[in-house]
């Protein structure tokens, strides 16, 4: 199947800071990338669809000024959490959509903000 | 109301027997699409099976089956033959419209948490 990459893996950072995740798909070229949070033990939820060349799409109660997402080129899609606090605390995950249905995921970021 | 809907937030089941994952949607788009994935202790989603909507019959992928219940909007899971390593979260997803039509975007069920005993 189609790999997808996210750096980095973990990130502590504190309570101000702006923090950049990077997703990329390595063996395909994907348009189409997503940003999925996942807080602890519940399910994930679908941030923003990221399309190359153009602006991302937020879901409903996303601040897409605190959440910016950058998908600069077919392989490679950013998250920058700006000013993040500690409810910004979570799992990241993107995923890549290849020309077919099935979106792979990355290994996921998970973020802790102090 | 709920788009997806998995009822067994746990189960637990014995090595080498198969396992019915739980899985209901709400739709009224007439094309969409329903998506399995596993979500080991590491994190990683890892995609099991994909069965569309206009799909004739239900997929199949190794060891991994959806029956697929359209009438009763229902899109279980079926792991014949269980292993240890299969112990993980399993969520049902759901893309609702054309894929590519720009609203591709997946929306979880809550998950299930398989443990499979020895």
């Known amino acids: 199947g189609a790999v997808v990459s996210q750096h980095p893996s973990r990130v502590i950072c504190k309570s101000g800071t702006s923090v950049k995740i990077e997703c990329r798909s390595l063996?395909?070229?994907?348009?189409?990338m997503f940003w999925y949070r996942q807080f602890p033990k519940q399910s994930l939820m679908l941030m923003a669809t990221?399309?190359?060349?153009?602006?991302?799409?937020?879901e409903q109660g996303v601040e897409k000024d605190k959440f910016l997402i950058n998908h600069a080129s077919l392989t490679l899609s950013t998250l920058t959490v700006t000013s993040a606090h500690p409810e910004d605390s979570s799992f990241y995950i993107c995923?890549?959509?290849?020309?077919?249905?099935?979106?792979?995921f990355g290994p996921g970021t998970r973020l802790l903000v102090l | 109301a709920q788009k997806i809907t998995q009822t067994q937030p746990g189960m637990f089941v014995q090595e080498k027997e198969a396992v019915t994952l739980d899985c209901t949607y709400d739709?009224?788009?007439?094309?969409?699409?329903l998506f399995w994935y596993k979500q080991p202790s590491s994190g990683e989603m890892i995609f099991l099976i994909y069965?569309?909507?206009?799909?004739?019959q239900n997929a199949t992928e190794g060891r991994y089956s959806l029956n697929f219940q359209k009438a009763r909007k229902s899109a279980n899971l079926v792991i014949s033959a269980s292993q240890l390593g299969d112990s993980a979260m399993y969520f049902c997803?759901?893309?609702?419209?054309?894929?590519?039509?720009?609203?591709?975007?997946?929306?979880f069920g809550k998950g299930t948490h398989l443990i499979i005993q020895p």
């Open positions: 995923s890549a959509k290849t020309g077919a249905e099935t979106q792979y």
């Open positions: 063996d395909f070229q994907a348009t189409t």
């Open positions: 990221s399309n190359e060349g153009s602006k991302a799409t937020y």
């Open positions: 739709t009224s788009d007439p094309s969409y699409g």
């Open positions: 069965q569309g909507s206009y799909d004739q």
């Open positions: 997803a759901m893309r609702e419209g054309w894929s590519g039509g720009g609203a591709d975007g997946l929306t």
